[in-house]
């Protein structure tokens, strides 16, 4: 009923960019909090960063000052920018979203994407 699309992950150097982007589509009734985890080998699944659907951010420590996350409404999508990244970013990043259906209006849900890899080495 739900689907979430991610893209943009890669292969970049220390001290580099990239933007990820998450899409969700389906038979969406209502997006509440979206945001990005991130799963690196051997460690548990963290969260990189949320959003709520009036635009209150939350981040990681690890991540805070090189990270920003964003979202459009109108579009149902999340985006990822990550700035400086280093080697300790490499990892594969989920999109997560709480979502309820049309056919469910009022109960809430976890969604999640993929994942798609990001890593940072010279």
């Known amino acids: 009923q739900v689907q979430l699309v991610e893209s943009g992950g890669g292969l970049v150097q220390p001290g580099g960019s990239l933007r990820l982007s998450c899409a969700a589509s389906g038979s969406i009734f209502s997006l509440n909090i979206m945001g990005w985890y991130r799963q690196a080998p051997g460690k548990e699944r963290e969260l990189v960063a949320d959003?709520?659907?009036?635009?209150?951010?939350n981040y990681a420590d690890s991540v805070k000052g090189r990270f920003t996350i964003s979202r459009d409404n109108a579009q149902n999508t999340v985006y990822l920018q990550m700035n400086s990244l280093k080697p300790e970013d490499t990892a594969v990043y989920y999109c997560?979203?709480?979502?309820?259906?049309?056919?469910?209006?009022?109960?809430?849900?976890?969604?999640w994407g993929q994942g798609t890899q990001v890593t940072v080495s010279s």
């Open positions: 997560n979203a709480r979502i309820s259906v049309i056919s469910d209006p009022f109960r809430f849900s976890n969604y």
């Open positions: 959003i709520t659907s009036g635009g209150s951010r």
